[in-house]
């Protein structure tokens, strides 16, 4: 399939962002010569350098100037050439169901109304529909309505973004979320304090001690699921969870009918991915619905679940053309993620879930890294997306250090530096065993 059935120089819109669900887009649909176009607020964006960017466009930052931000993707809209915008961001999806309608002028719009996205986007309504339709979810209530401070809980954020549809802010403003807090057993919190700092009234969750995380993805065409895809996390950013580090992709009846209960219940349209934790009685427990492409896309891409190229078709009124097949069994890493996660194991320190021991921590990760050769930015045939995250990540790293000046960071420096060393000593043995 090629961009001649869709019209000449027919193109497509990704903004451009840190991870790399962006650039597994340039590369899914520009190997098909339908014509990338790449936006983003920062020029040193890992798409930029990707082979498959046929055109870079610098936009204003959505959280400076969200309606600056709007207008920049709606100018791209009008241009005859762009066929449909595709959302990588929470703030992204956002904007676009907004206004939905001004884009739905100039472009296809395969993405959900306003109306939709806020039940997946308000997780207090997302979690009374999952319960009504029978999945699972933790206990969940809000922070102002009290109760029992026994046991583990965590504290997260109402809403997927804090923007004037959801708290009291001003319409050219939106805010990601804080990231969620873990709370001390049989402690009250600072009720205020921690309002204060989340920016509005966030939700309190029991904590699901359980390292079986999983991901349903799907596209969905009003309702309707074109094609869903399963994997099961095996590493995050942190070792208390996060963003996908290393995943494995599966095939699980009981998950593919707990995602497919949610989005079927929401009457969702476009892609989502909705994460559930698996409980010690294996039972898929609902954590969120994430209403835009998964930052591990290009994973989900090389099983064989080509979402991006179903977005197109979609947007092309093209569902019949999807053929879909993904092969379980496979896994695959994010490399920054992977240092990321053994950095947590040296830095942070979360008092209800168990830190791993470092030595075993880096022999994981090694023997993943040989026996699941596969990786999200790194291709031989487009390099510069891989070199370009590896140096943003060292500037991420280097930067609060310089700040910070040499005092605790260099003494945890110094430590990482024994650790590392004493480890390296015994990989190797270790690896063979």
């Known amino acids: 399939m090629t961009a001649t059935r869709w019209g000449p120089g027919r193109s497509v819109a990704v903004p451009a962002i840190a991870p790399p669900s962006s650039v597994a887009c340039l590369r899914s649909l520009g190997r098909r010569g339908i014509r990338t176009i790449a936006l983003s607020e920062e020029e040193s964006t890992p798409a930029f350098r990707s082979n498959y960017c046929e055109e870079s466009v610098v936009v204003p930052s959505p959280y400076e100037n969200l309606e600056a931000y709007r207008d920049a993707l709606l100018s791209i ?23 939905r309608s001004a884009f739905a002028e100039h472009v296809t719009t395969p993405w959900p109304d306003l109306e939709t996205l806020t039940r997946a986007q308000d997780r207090v309504e997302l979690f009374d529909t999952a319960q009504r339709v029978g999945v699972p979810v933790p206990e969940t209530r809000l922070l102002e309505d009290g109760g029992d ?9 109402r809403y997927c973004v804090l923007a004037d549809e959801y708290v009291d802010c001003p319409s050219d403003r939106i805010v ?13 919190p600072d009720v205020e304090a921690l309002r204060a700092e989340m920016g509005h009234v966030p939700l309190v969750q029991e904590y699901v001690p359980t390292p079986d995380e999983y991901g349903f993805f799907a596209v969905y065409d009003h309702g309707e699921a074109l094609a869903t895809f399963q994997h099961r996390q ?8 996060g963003p996908s580090a290393f995943r494995e992709s599966v095939r699980i009846p009981a998950l593919e009918e707990a995602g497919r209960a949610v989005l079927d219940a929401i009457d969702w349209h476009g892609v989502a991915m909705v994460e559930f934790l698996r409980d010690e009685d294996g039972e898929f427990k609902l954590m969120e619905v994430n209403p835009r492409f998964w930052s591990s896309l290009p994973f989900s891409v090389q099983t064989g679940a080509d979402f991006p190229y179903y977005y197109w078709l979609m947007a092309h009124d093209s569902p019949e053309l999807i053929d879909h097949e993904y092969e379980a069994g496979m896994a695959g890493h994010l490399l920054r993620g992977e240092l990321l996660y053994l950095r947590s194991i040296l830095f942070e320190d979360i008092e209800i879930v168990d830190r791993p021991d470092f030595s075993d921590a880096l022999v994981d990760v090694a023997r993943s890294l040989y026996e699941h050769p596969r990786f999200d930015y790194l291709r031989t045939d487009d390099l510069g997306p891989f070199v370009r995250d590896m140096l943003n990540a060292y500037d991420a790293f280097k930067a609060p250090e310089r700040s910070a000046g040499a005092g605790r960071k260099g003494t945890r420096r110094t430590a990482a530096k024994r650790l590392l060393e004493r480890t390296s000593h015994s990989l190797v043995g270790r690896l063979r065993q």
């Open 77 to 99: 809209a009008m241009r005859p050439d762009v066929a449909t915008i595709v959302p990588v961001r929470d703030v992204d999806v956002y904007v676009l169901a907004r206004d």
């Open 176 to 188: 990601d979320p804080p990231t969620t807090k873990y709370l001390r057993p049989g402690v009250r």
């Open 149 to 157: 401070w026994e046991g583990e809980w965590i504290v997260k954020s």
């Open 234 to 241: 095996r590493r995050g950013y942190s070792y208390a969870g």
